[in-house]
């Protein structure tokens, strides 16, 4: 085979001429056509399909499920109140410096819900102006409600609560795809899933180290920059300095001291000075003592914020913060510019793992584990000899029978049904369908609905027979009546599979496609192409008697 | 060659034995349901589910000893082909949300404590947390009524007459209803492969149907005098010959996927089997005698109804 007939764009476009033209040939009456068309498209078919399997380094043309090939299927729930969590923080922080910069005075200002936030103690003289900024700010997105003594409720709307879930999913889909693309997976899924829309496929083909895979989908990986105010032993000697709580710009994390085991805890500003998506780059680097280290660049917005702001805060200590821990606490010694770099007890993978993770993006929101699925290699393999070896059986059994009960006719029906066969592959092939071990089955099920065809036409053509007819009239009179059962027929499989296709879960969904496809490839070649081959043979010929 | 000749059965005067055998059927499947309870696959159930492949010829009792200790009362057999030395560890306890792997990692963990001799050199699994079970199990039984629903509508409007739908539909159900008897008879799992099966089978037995009932619309507007029981008993043998061939081939299809299928597929192939047979034998003593007993009832009622495929 020509390597030009195997790149994507000739053979779509090669299968979309030789569609044309089967359409051609279809509407014209002369048989002449019919052969052209029909073989063509036959013969596209098979070049679309070839190799059907990888040979000597060449890919396969139809692509094989997680069932077949080993590897991962996961279905992950994204935590949306994580998001909206960290909508309402952002307007509360809003809200908190627009009343500081207009010099409101007013008690607390914080969460109190996943979609809403509180206003409390405004100072009574200002209550109006309190009013007009949060409509300002927040009248859009969120409705401002008055409770009297200066305090106001401000709720996220139905509508924007909706938008934000809906851009989550979406950046976490994003950001899971650039990262299974830095594990170097070859054709992998990841896609929105479930009834509520808050769910995620993730299918990793070919991949065995669940684990790997498992933690590099999972981490959440924000990262952030944030000047530390204070650091202790533990967090009651932290605390003394402020008044035994933590204020409310602040957090408390812990961190790695100089003694192994101990751990050190730190009073963070809330505010982050850098984050994750200031990023430009991130790799595995080599400290002074050749321990592994993350090295990263910071882009030429971040640079020149970064760089003002730790000019003005030398002498301090900076955390580097990646999802509720902080991985060191430097001392800033002079102004930082973009090249920048985290050290900690990393081994080389966890260095490595970690900054493909940090390039790739932070998840918006925390990913629990709904379903998990994992398939070895040699599993698969087992699946596929056992489900082909019963395709064959099944095969071989009916060609037997067909040649043997119809005769010459039968031969025609085998004919028919290998077309079927190779239109139902094409199709796979050509729309990137997945064949599974459920799809395997559904194949099988096409041969017998494709017989059911034949068999249905054979014996009415029979039957004309038997009233007397002619041959030519009988096989004319045996394909006009069978046709409209046919359509009832398919029509009617078809709306089953398509609530199969429903189901949405990997092999099922690939079982309804091969159905699918198998039903229209069948009335195709049991039908029409079946019809042209008695056309054909009979000719211009006066026959008296059909071997059927 | 002809398998019958002529064939001239009267199968709607025997309608009513063959009901009373679907009703004895069902009744036997719904009490073998109710007392044994439906045995869902893991990914209905939720739970983890392990297929170890070993280096050498695993022992069952060696590998439940080291397994009961870290998941009691899991169950432990072997996998497919003896020679392929492969064990599935199915545990029922739900894999707690916050860290689904737990219970598999323990099983792994044990085993390669006190069965190390014997290392594992591949293992798949397959875990459900218990929310994504639950939610399946409901689309399930959805999926298939509106499946159902969908093709009695199609029916309907074809054979302008809604009995013609709710004739095949029930046809439908009936299959469904006997072989979820069988499968929890042989004590086969409802996996998502099985429930395909299901789906599948009742658009074969409404394929099935819709072939008869087709060729009674061509035999009622040929034969306009007849009485419609006469008409309807004669399409069935007209096609007769078309049923046994078909469902016939498609039925050693199936068997050869059950046989030679494999152990994911043999569920499957089982629901196929059972499948063929009851949708061949529901569209001739189910779907057709639901047709016949509607428009004789209406002629009863006294009004000359005349149906109208």
């Known amino acids: 085979m020509p390597p030009a007939l195997q790149n994507p764009i000739t053979l779509w476009l090669l299968l979309t001429a030789a569609l044309a033209g089967l359409v051609y040939a279809f509407m014209r009456p002369e048989l002449r056509w019919k052969a052209i068309g029909y073989g063509s498209f036959l013969l596209a078919c098979a070049v679309a399909v070839w190799p059907p399997y990888e040979r000597d380094g060449v890919p396969g043309k139809i692509h094989l499920g997680l069932d077949l090939r080993g590897g991962i299927h996961l279905v992950l729930q994204v935590v949306l109140e994580d998001a909206l969590n960290a909508t309402v923080d952002d307007a509360v922080t809003t809200a908190r410096d627009q009343a500081t910069r207009k010099g409101i005075q007013f008690g607390a200002v914080q969460r109190v819900s996943p979609t809403s936030f509180s206003v409390e103690g405004t100072e009574p003289a200002r209550v109006k102006d309190m009013r007009d900024l949060l409509r300002d700010f927040f009248g859009r997105s969120y409705e401002v409600r008055e409770a009297g003594e200066g305090k106001f409720t401000v709720q996220m709307t139905d509508l924007y609560a909706r938008q934000v879930k809906e851009q989550t999913v979406q950046e976490a889909i994003r950001t899971l795809e650039r990262r299974v693309n830095a594990l170097g997976v070859a054709e992998p899924v990841i896609a929105a899933t479930g009834n509520r829309g808050d769910q995620i496929l993730v299918q990793l083909p070919g991949v065995t180290d669940v684990e790997q895979a498992k933690r590099i989908i999972k981490t959440t990986a924000q990262l952030s920059l944030r000047l530390v105010e204070n650091s202790a032993a533990s967090p009651e000697t932290l605390l003394q300095g402020v008044g035994g709580k933590v204020p409310d710009n602040m957090e408390m994390m812990s961190g790695p001291s100089d003694t192994p085991g101990q751990p050190t805890y730190f009073l963070l500003r809330k505010e982050a000075m850098i984050t994750g998506r200031d990023l430009k780059s991130a790799r595995v680097g080599v400290d002074e003592s050749n321990r592994p280290q993350i090295n990263f660049a910071l882009n030429a917005l971040a640079t020149d914020k970064f760089s003002r702001e730790t000019a003005r805060s030398i002498g301090r200590q900076l955390a580097i913060v990646l999802d509720g821990t902080v991985y060191s606490a430097p001392v800033i010694q002079s102004k930082l510019g973009s090249e920048n770099r985290i050290t900690g007890r990393f081994t080389t993978q966890e260095a490595d793992e970690l900054s493909k993770i940090l390039k790739a993006g932070a998840l918006p929101a925390t990913l629990k584990y709904l379903q998990q699925l994992t398939v070895g290699a040699s599993l698969g393999r087992d699946s596929i000899r056992a489900g082909v070896t019963a395709a064959a059986a099944g095969m071989a059994f009916i060609v037997i029978f067909m040649l043997v009960y119809y005769r010459l006719s039968g031969l025609n029906a085998v004919v028919a049904l290998a077309a079927n066969l190779l239109i139902l592959l094409a199709a796979m092939a050509y729309t990137n369908a997945t064949l599974t071990l459920p799809g395997i089955a559904g194949v099988i099920l096409t041969i017998g609905v494709g017989v059911d065809t034949n068999v249905l036409v054979f014996e009415r053509i029979r039957e004309e027979l038997r009233n007397g007819k002619t041959v030519r009239v009988a096989i004319q009179n045996g394909f006009d009546r069978v046709l409209i059962t046919i359509i009832d027929t398919h029509a009617t499989a078809i709306i089953a599979a398509l609530f199969l296709f429903t189901f949405g879960t990997g092999p099922i969904k690939g079982f309804a496609v091969t159905l699918v496809i198998g039903l229209v490839a069948n009335v195709f070649a049991s039908y029409f192409v079946s019809r042209f081959l008695f056309e054909w043979v009979l000719g211009k010929r006066h026959v008296e008697s059909l071997s059927i | ?309």
């Not at chain 2, 055998?21 to 044994?36: D, H, K, P, T």
Request: with cysteine; net charge positive; hydrophobic share 50%.
């Open chain 2, 1 to 309: 060659m002809e398998i019958i000749k002529n064939p001239n059965y009267d199968f709607l005067g025997k309608a009513k034995y063959f009901v009373a055998l679907s009703l004895f059927f069902i009744a036997s499947g719904i009490a073998v349901m109710a007392l044994r309870g439906i045995a869902y696959g893991v990914e209905f159930s939720g739970g983890t589910q392990l297929i170890l492949h070993f280096q050498n010829p695993p022992e069952v009792d060696k590998i439940r000893h080291a397994v009961d200790a870290q998941a009691p009362g899991a169950m432990i057999q072997t996998y497919g082909d003896p020679k392929a030395n492969k064990v599935l560890v199915r545990i029922g306890q739900a894999a707690p949300e916050s860290d689904l792997d737990a219970p598999a990692r323990g099983v792994r963990e044990a085993l390669a404590r006190s069965y190390g001799q014997n290392p594992i050199l591949e293992s798949s699994s397959e875990i459900v947390g218990p929310i994504v079970g639950a939610e399946l199990r409901q689309k399930a039984v959805w999926l298939t009524v509106l499946g159902l629903l969908a093709q009695l509508i199609y029916i309907a409007a074809r054979f302008k007459g809604g009995i013609w739908g709710v004739a095949a539909a029930v046809a439908g159900l009936h299959d469904i209803l006997i072989c979820l008897g069988f499968l929890t008879f042989f004590r086969f799992e409802i996996t998502l492969n099985v429930i395909a099966a299901l789906l599948t089978l009742v658009g074969y037995s409404v394929n099935d149907t819709i072939v008869v009932f087709d060729r009674v619309r061509e035999n009622l507007g040929k034969r306009r005098k007849d009485p419609l029981p006469k008409i309807l008993n004669d399409s069935m043998n007209q096609t007769l010959t078309r049923t046994l061939i078909s469902n016939g081939t498609t039925f050693l299809s199936v068997l050869g996927l059950y046989l030679f299928g494999g152990e994911v597929l043999r569920g499957f192939g089982f629901t196929m089997v059972i499948g063929i047979l009851v949708g061949t034998y529901s569209t001739l003593f189910i779907a057709l005698p639901i047709v016949n007993w509607w428009y004789g009832r209406q002629e009863r009622a006294g009004a000359p109804a005349k149906a109208t495929a």
